[in-house]
């Protein structure tokens, strides 16, 4: 089969949870025996450095860039006032890279035009007059339900009548385009019901985000006090939003019972407020070079998230390398877990500091949730699996 897959951004090398479920899906039907062409959207938030891809991927995929201008602007804003489209989704077309597509479009016979993201979707116009292939939505979110949640977490009204706003006309584009798509690939079953409350009457079905187990080698802590963590790419503001949240609500609930606890905060992007922070047991470690040395060396991962939708693809890495996660239900939603038993959910501050309080005294019932975690991550988000139910979707759909 020969697929190719238009990214919003690069898939490769992978450094926040979109990324790698976009690299998962390339690598998991390249070693398919699939054919695969990546044809990305680089941008100034996320750039392609060339020098950074290695010679086996970019010939692997026949990897291809455009670089689109992004940016919110105040013109951008503005301008999109008068107007009925989605600035969300109109900052990612590009005359330049639709051009390019058609002259991909033109010179080979694709099986499969797979759309990494809602943020693809205007250029299915394009994909019909110049190809025969079928158009996979891969939907890593009900992207609308991103800006809902943010709006309503988000006290100055100014600012909330701006992302209701943006919500509305976002999720009239949503819904308009799913019925275009020849199927629809969704990233967690919540999220199929989502889009099918909207309307949706093309095929779907959930394919969950899959790791290739041998990359993830899990070497047990030897820390004396087990250390508390995040771990996220804090360009995405659901991400500040939580870390905020956790450092004003949580945290020194936690401290006043362990005072020589450390609570590690790791990720891309950290804005200069988060580096810049003096909060005692505090460590700010902005990127880390090995992601893997990383997650070895701590223990109990947070995922104090109040807004998102789609996956947590952190999440599941951490189940692979076998961490204790305490995550509110919107973070871990989509996850196929079970409270307290492979992952702990809390939702309220008192809640949340409790459950890491508990798991810092309880080293017996921290160790079986380590080990029911990789258990979850070996039996429901196997890349060879997930890739096998995508593949036979595409041969559906194809008939």
Known sequence: MKILQLCNKPPYPSVDGGMIA??????????????VKVFAISTKKHPVKIETLNETYLKSTSFEHIFVKTDVTPFG?????????????????????????????KSATFDIVQLESLFMA???ECIRANSSAKIILRSHNAEFKIWERRAANTPNQIKKWYLNFLTKRLKEYEAKMLNVYDGIATISNNDLNILKDLGCNTPMIEIPFGMDLSNYDIEP?????????????????????????????????????????????????MPDWMLSL??????????????????????????PLLSGSGIRVKIIEGLAMGKCIISTSIGAEGILYTDNENINIADSPTEFANKIKELVRNGAKKSEIEKNAIQL??????????????????????K
């Not at 060879?384 to 036979?392: A, F, P």
Request: proline share 3%; charged share 20%; aromatic share 14%.
């Open 278 to 303: 003096k909060k005692k047991n505090v460590v700010i470690h902005g990127r880390v070079p090995d992601q893997i040395e990383f997650l070895n060396s701590m223990d109990i991962m947070l995922v």
């Open 122 to 124: 205007p250029y299915i």
């Open 22 to 35: 976009m690299q998962a899906i390339t690598s998991g039907l390249l070693q398919a025996k699939h054919e």
């Open 77 to 105: 804003i503005i301008k999109n006032f008068f107007q009925s489209g989605s600035y969300n989704i109109e900052r990612f077309y590009s005359k330049k890279y639709e051009n390019r597509l058609i002259e991909i479009l």
């Open 377 to 398: 991550a070996n039996t429901k988000y196997n890349l060879k699996n997930i890739i096998t139910s995508l593949t036979d979707f595409y041969d559906r759909i194809g």
């Open 221 to 269: 802590t030897t820390n004396n006090t087990p250390s508390v963590f995040c771990f996220a790419a804090m360009d995405w503001a659901p991400n500040q939003e939580g870390f905020k949240w956790f450092l004003n609500n949580v945290w020194d609930q936690v401290h006043q019972d362990f005072p020589d606890l450390i609570f590690h905060v790791a990720g891309k992007d």
